[in-house]
């Protein structure tokens, strides 16, 4: 099997080793594996691909994306993407189509520890970009904290993933926000709001008293048309919320 093939969604070949990777048959997907070489390393379509796209056109992943796709925490993911990658899956290939996540943009952005770990032990890219989030340069570190999956979060940050300021304020990291806000040159107004946004969404009151006295605006209306109050209140976190609203 040609190593650059790519199989349409509903290919016999396809449909089998997606099914085999959803009910965490690894048995099964190792003899398609094994009798199929190159198959780890197959394009597969998108179902949501539009109905008069060429081939070239068409939107396309891997099953390490099948084995990360939402909602994630598939049966046995760990050891599915252990036999994937030893049987020829790059880690690092992105999505093709809208955007260019990568496998652990996807189990970050489920929470998916299980998988993010596998993915870590597999040699993924930790600074790898194509997040959803900004302008498609973001790691998956960006995708776990904007999207407040915090275990996905942790697990990358202590395994060497490198926050920005708001990534770090997400995360609560006091020292490290500190660091940022007296590094040259120093982070603009809306950097101060936009990591204020995000520690008020990850709870953390230090970060966000540290902004708010370095100048960030809390009346700022961001993320899903939310203030930073709105932000905390949405999480959970009914006192900082509170402390936050005029």
Known sequence: MDASLTLAADDPLAREAADAIRTGDVERLRGL????????AARITRDDAQPDATVEDLPTCTLLHVATDH????????????????SGADPDAPFTGPHAETALHWAASNDDVEAVEALIRA?????????????????????????????????????????????????????????????????????????????????????????LARGADPAWIGFDGLTAADAARRAGHGELADALTP
């Open 123 to 211: 040699g993924a890219d930790l600074e790898a970009p194509g997040a959803v989030i900004g302008d498609g340069s973001g790691t998956p570190l960006a995708d776990a904290v904007a999207f407040g999956q915090w275990r996905a979060a942790e697990h990358l940050f202590h395994a060497g993933a490198t926050p920005n300021l708001w990534q770090a304020a997400g995360l609560g990291l006091v020292d490290r926000v500190e660091a940022l806000l007296d590094a040259e040159p120093a982070p603009d107004a809306d950097d101060l709001t936009t990591a204020l946004w995000c520690a008020a969404h990850g709870g953390r009151r230090a970060c966000v008293d540290l902004l």
């Open 33 to 40: 594996l094994d009798a199929n070489p190159g198959l780890a």
């Open 71 to 86: 909602p994630g925490h598939l049966l046995a993911v760990g050891r599915t993407i252990e036999v994937l990658v030893a």
